[in-house]
């Protein structure tokens, strides 16, 4: 097997039989058929997955690499999913944890358009750290969650998005409040020379996102954030590779519900399938992901990975506007912080709050 990348797995199983277990997951990912009815030498030889290597990790746990024949993706983004983690996610002792690819094999994918040098230019913010806020709550008018577009945009928040609930609601209409939206920012940005942006979320079956997309198109939407777990990430690899125009904010929602190590999933596969900046759950937020596993997934986002465009890290869950230094001090400048909650905490001065952010954000990047 010549051809061919390697799939990292956590598994839990003894020491008695993790070889065993090992050999059905290398099985199980490749023919699904017991090794003594692979009767074919060309199968044998070039499609039937290896197991590479088995290391203990403590507690009943090992690693295990399975090296899997790229012939068997098809080169195509949800089919090399399936490869990845198909009928073994359904196996509760398995946990999928990264992936090793050959660059001629990654350059299959489209990775980011943007990127975080372009995404950088968008906004007109070559050095410093970006800033994000959420449009909230469900249950308000188009027109009200244009005021509070205006207002964030003259605040001077670089990204403005719906907040993930937000759809096709009756209170709220996709294309009507994509126009508000998008109008208010504009308004804002031409009494105060920035280029904040409007970011829509483009959410419901292919065809409806089809035309949220030239919706989007037509009113000048240069940001879509797009939650690939819940409506594909092979749409979002689609939109990419079909040249969207507009830059792709990722949204984690949904993202828990498979073992697959964050790090991996948000941080490499959300970035291969074109995601520009990709949302996720900061450490010491709503959630619980450690300091670790947040680290581990902004280099996953940023580090050099053949042809494939860094994506901004987006940390998020609850964070706070006083913990902004913080965030700086562990992300460095290539980050995009999203703050929602606390600046809404300010009740009537919002606005103010919302430019005492941007200001921080502003001084913190620059020390």
Not at 288 to 305: D, G, V
Request: glycine share 8%; with cysteine.
């Amino acid at each position: 097997m010549q051809d061919a990348f390697s799939v990292i797995y956590h598994v839990r199983s003894t020491p008695k039989e993790i070889a065993g277990r090992a050999e059905a997951i290398a099985l199980e990912q490749s023919v699904e058929l017991p090794r003594a009815a692979v009767r074919d030498p060309h199968i044998a030889e070039n499609i039937l997955a290896r197991v590479e290597s088995i290391a203990p990790l403590g507690d009943d746990q090992f690693e295990v690499v399975i090296r899997l024949a790229r012939a068997t993706t098809g080169d195509e983004p949800a089919q090399w999913l399936n490869m990845l983690f198909g009928n073994t996610s359904l196996q509760e002792d398995v946990l999928l944890v990264d992936v090793a690819m050959p660059e001629e094999m990654l350059a299959a994918f489209i990775g980011p358009r943007f990127g975080v040098e372009g995404l950088r230019k968008l906004v007109g913010a070559e050095e410093r750290p970006l800033t994000c806020t959420a449009l909230k709550p469900q249950g308000l008018s188009s027109a009200q969650l244009a005021d509070l577009c205006g207002l964030f945009a003259r605040a001077g928040i670089d990204l403005i998005k719906d907040d993930h609930g937000l759809a096709n609601q009756r209170f709220s209409p996709f294309a009507e409040r994509v126009a508000r939206c998008q109008v208010a920012v504009e308004q804002a940005n031409a009494e105060t020379g920035r280029r904040c942006c409007y970011v829509p979320n483009l959410i419901g079956s292919p065809r409806q996102i089809a035309e949220q997309v030239r919706l989007c198109r037509e009113l000048g939407v240069q940001v879509v954030m797009i939650e690939p777990m819940l409506v594909g990430m092979a749409l979002m690899h689609e939109l990419a590779a079909d040249n969207l125009g507009m830059a792709i904010l990722a949204h984690p929602a949904f993202g828990g519900a498979l073992r697959i190590a964050p790090a991996l999933l948000f941080g490499k596969i959300f970035r291969l399938f074109g995601a520009d900046a990709v949302i996720y759950p900061n450490y010491g937020g709503r959630f619980s992901y450690s300091p670790q596993t947040c680290k581990a997934l902004a280099e996953n986002l940023l580090h050099p990975w053949g042809g494939v465009k860094p994506a901004f890290p987006v940390p998020a869950g609850g964070m706070q506007v006083d913990r902004v230094q913080e965030m700086l001090d562990f992300y460095g400048k290539d980050v995009i912080l999203l703050i929602g909650g606390s600046l809404y905490m300010a009740g009537d001065a919002l606005l103010e709050r919302s430019r005492t952010f941007v200001e921080n954000v502003q001084k913190g990047g620059a020390r």
